[in-house]
């Protein structure tokens, strides 16, 4: 089952940041948090990942908390393309587990 | 295109025969994965390979499922005796041997069993 509680759908004004959220509030201390993102019939497209650091790269920002219980995804400037559904996955590192463990994801609408 | 690439991209088959998909990962990459999808659902992990070696398979993979990588490069799924509860997206991925690598999915195969 998938670890991680996230809210079934969002709007997002264009342009604007979308702020999506993730609870994992029983990850251990060998998981790390990645998010994926799926446009309507193409396969999931990786976006970030991290262990207790904040991340950043040319698609988005990760934010993860202190106790690490819960990451916010942040796309700083939401555009129509960026409609999707957004897998939040807490991923066991090491060891012979290697596969990701999807939930339903949260359906982000970015509206003009 | 160095992606992940699966073909065919839909398959429309009788119930009872049996189909193969075929999935060729990005080439630098030795673990690639096999994934389900049903309408409204996220991918379901079915099995993956390291280099050749299947190394973990889920309960999902009845035995009228078999997948094979044998060269370590491209691989193949193929269902037998397809039933209707089969009809779903069908995706690849594939990733490098370190476990934090992120993996890069196809844009599966959909199946639809008539």
């Known amino acids: 089952d998938a670890k991680t509680t996230q809210p079934t759908s969002m709007d997002c004004a264009e342009g604007r940041a979308a702020n999506l959220p993730c609870n994992h509030s029983t990850i251990s201390g060998n998981e790390y948090v990645y998010w994926y993102r799926q446009i309507h019939s193409q396969g999931p497209q990786y976006i970030i990942h991290?262990?207790?650091n904040n991340e950043t790269n040319e698609m988005a920002s990760l934010i993860i908390t202190e106790d690490r219980k819960s990451s916010t995804l942040i796309l700083p400037h939401a555009t129509l393309r960026d409609t999707a559904v957004y897998y939040c996955?807490?991923?066991?590192?090491?060891?012979?587990?290697?596969?990701?463990?999807f939930g339903k994801g949260t359906k982000l609408s970015v509206k003009p | 295109d160095t992606g992940v690439s699966q073909n065919p991209r839909h398959k429309i088959t009788k119930r009872g025969q049996n189909v193969t998909f075929r999935c060729d990962p990005i080439?630098?990459?030795?673990?690639l994965y096999w994934y389900r999808q049903t309408l409204g659902q996220g991918p379901e992990f079915l099995t993956y390979f390291q280099n050749e070696a299947q190394l973990e398979k889920s309960r999902l993979l009845s035995d009228r499922f078999s997948a094979e990588r044998p060269k370590g490069s491209f691989s193949t799924l193929e269902i037998q005796r397809t039933e209707q509860g089969d009809s779903a997206m069908y995706l690849c991925a594939s990733s490098f041997q370190d476990s934090n690598s992120p993996l890069h999915f196809g844009n599966g195969t959909r199946l639809t069993v008539t």
């Open positions: 991290g262990l207790k």
């Open positions: 996955i807490v991923r066991v590192y090491g060891g012979s587990q290697g596969n990701l463990i």
């Open positions: 080439s630098e990459h030795n673990r």
